[in-house]
């Protein structure tokens, strides 16, 4: 199996990684030493993306291959049948509180047909002989090897200060708030609740549900509470109590604190930056090979 991997053909390599202009292929001299770190890392992180969640997918996902697809007389057609589609929307949410939006249920088939086609190419190489793991293995083993092939362009300063402007989101310190928040109810008992806690009448118990949320993320408050939630606390007066309504129904709240965001200095970040910006790249990269691949199937999704 070693010696197969180590002669894999040149022609496969070159369709993976054509196009890398002469940029790309000078390796950044700070990088050297942890270039195969950085390989790993990203190839884990790659991994994890939601777009390529093979691991996670995992055993559910061949059963309903097996299932669902029969084996196409055109090696080039990959279909996605009506149960594997199904099986993605089924399991996406373990408590089933939501289905996937489309922008979703798209990430995932794409997730799904990439394995398929890193595993096809892998079984092309014969790296699948002696081997009885299932599909994810195979189409993991033909990753490591399109890793293994990525050069990295020069991490200059320019370069790292521009993906750090462009991701800042992911560095600046964002505006938080604090609250307190019952639980939620009809608007009618939130009411009961609002003149209980204004006269001092609050029982113990609704005491013990209150929560108390600190330093969260503005951005945040619209995702999990819905953005009339939002622009409401915001406009509340600090200390005082009032009636609001979330997704989920009524509450009484009160916002405690406000502190504002503070935006990162790039300085302080640089290493950071560097290993991120590496990470990045490295995905980047070897989502440009797979698509290349992917370019030569035809994929089919039934309706």
Same mark, same amino acid.
């Given at each position: 199996?070693?010696?197969?991997?180590?002669?894999?053909?040149?022609?496969?390599?070159?369709?993976?990684?054509?196009?890398?202009?002469?940029?790309?292929?000078?390796?950044?001299?700070?990088?050297?030493?942890?270039?195969?770190?950085?390989?790993?890392?990203?190839?884990?992180?790659?991994?994890?993306?939601?777009?390529?969640?093979?691991?996670?997918?995992?055993?559910?996902?061949?059963?309903?291959?097996?299932?669902?697809?029969?084996?196409?007389?055109?090696?080039?057609?990959?279909?996605?049948?009506?149960?594997?589609?199904?099986?993605?929307?089924?399991?996406?949410?373990?408590?089933?509180?939501?289905?996937?939006?489309?922008?979703?249920?798209?990430?995932?088939?794409?997730?799904?047909?990439?394995?398929?086609?890193?595993?096809?190419?892998?079984?092309?190489?014969?790296?699948?002989?002696?081997?009885?793991?299932?599909?994810?293995?195979?189409?993991?083993?033909?990753?490591?090897?399109?890793?293994?092939?990525? #050069? &990295?362009?020069? /991490?200059?300063?320019? *370069?790292? =200060? %521009? +993906?750090?402007?462009? $991701? @800042?989101?992911?560095?600046?310190?964002?505006?938080?708030?604090?609250?307190?928040?019952?639980?939620?109810?009809?608007?009618?008992?939130?009411?009961?609740?609002?003149?209980?806690?204004?006269?001092?009448?609050?029982?113990?118990?609704?005491?013990?549900?209150?929560?108390?949320?600190?330093?969260?993320?503005?951005?945040?408050?619209?995702?999990?509470?819905?953005?009339?939630?939002?622009?409401?606390?915001?406009?509340?007066?600090?200390?005082?109590?009032?009636?609001?309504?979330?997704?989920?129904?009524?509450?009484?709240?009160?916002?405690?604190?406000?502190?504002?965001?503070?935006?990162?200095?790039?300085?302080?970040?640089?290493?950071?930056?560097? #290993? &991120?910006?590496? /990470?990045?790249?490295? *995905?980047? =990269? %070897? +989502?440009?090979?797979? $698509? @290349?691949?992917?370019?030569?199937?035809?994929?089919?999704?039934?309706?």
């Amino acid at each position: 199996m070693a010696s197969k991997v180590k002669t894999l053909s040149f022609s496969l390599l070159q369709r993976l990684m054509a196009g890398d202009d002469d940029g790309s292929k000078v390796a950044a001299s700070d990088a050297a030493g942890g270039a195969s770190r950085s390989r790993d890392s990203a190839a884990t992180g790659f991994l994890r993306e939601p777009l390529v969640q093979f691991a996670a997918i995992g055993a559910l996902v061949f059963a309903a291959d097996a299932m669902s697809r029969p084996a196409a007389k055109d090696e080039r057609v990959i279909t996605v049948g009506k149960a594997l589609r199904q099986s993605f929307i089924d399991n996406f949410d373990e408590d089933k509180a939501r289905t996937p939006s489309d922008a979703e249920l798209r990430k995932m088939i794409d997730s799904w047909v990439a394995s398929e086609i890193l595993y096809r190419e892998g079984k092309a190489l014969g790296v699948d002989r002696g081997d009885d793991m299932i599909r994810d293995r195979i189409a993991y083993k033909l990753q490591l090897l399109i890793f293994d092939q990525i #050069r &990295l362009p020069q /991490a200059t300063d320019e *370069r790292l =200060r %521009a +993906w750090f402007e462009e $991701n @800042r989101a992911r560095f600046d310190e964002p505006e938080r708030v604090g609250f307190y928040l019952t639980p939620p109810t009809t608007e009618a008992e939130a009411g009961r609740w609002l003149d209980d806690i204004g006269s001092g009448r609050d029982s113990d118990e609704l005491r013990d549900k209150t929560r108390a949320i600190l330093a969260r993320p503005i951005d945040s408050l619209a995702p999990a509470f819905g953005e009339k939630f939002r622009d409401a606390l915001l406009d509340l007066p600090q200390g005082t109590w009032a009636k609001l309504e979330s997704k989920e129904g009524w509450h009484v709240v009160r916002l405690d604190s406000r502190r504002p965001g503070e935006p990162a200095v790039f300085e302080n970040f640089r290493d950071e930056v560097l #290993r &991120l910006w590496r /990470a990045d790249e490295t *995905r980047a =990269r %070897a +989502w440009e090979a797979v $698509n @290349r691949l992917k370019a030569s199937y035809t994929v089919r999704i039934e309706p």
